[in-house]
């Protein structure tokens, strides 16, 4: 099993910028991918970002140029970098994990409890 713990979240004008944390423990050499995706309150999620262990990125349209995905091995912790946050940007971003063909599927086997993120024009 892994476990992932978001941090970061908060509440900023459009414009700033915020830091997601996401620490991971348990067996997290089963993962071969790690991400983001957020979930507006009321809508369909959408995954941000996926970042396999070979380091291959893929991006949502919707955030390239503005959000950053990287990670320290060394701590077990993947970050998201959000600058230039908009208010459709507002939504509950979770942290994932996934195994094998669960990564491409973006069906991923573990997920953090989340940390919201509000974008206030």
């Known amino acids: 099993q892994v476990q992932l713990v978001e941090s970061g979240g908060g509440s900023v004008q459009a414009g700033g910028s915020l830091r997601l944390s996401c620490a991971a423990s348990?067996?997290?050499?089963?993962?071969?991918?790690m991400g983001w995706f957020r979930q507006p309150a009321g809508k369909a999620r959408e995954v941000v970002v996926v970042?396999?262990?070979?380091?291959?990125?893929y991006y949502a349209d919707s955030v390239k140029g503005r959000f950053t995905v990287s990670r320290d091995n060394t701590k077990n912790t993947l970050y998201l970098q959000m600058n230039n946050l908009k208010p459709e940007d507002t939504a509950m971003y979770y942290c994932?994990?996934?195994?094998?063909?669960?990564?491409?599927?973006?069906?991923?086997?573990?997920r953090g409890r989340g940390t919201q993120v509000t974008v206030s024009s």
């Open positions: 348990g067996y997290t050499s089963l993962a071969d991918c």
């Open positions: 970042i396999y262990n070979d380091g291959r990125t």
């Open positions: 994932v994990a996934g195994r094998g063909l669960r990564c491409p599927a973006y069906d991923f086997n573990y």
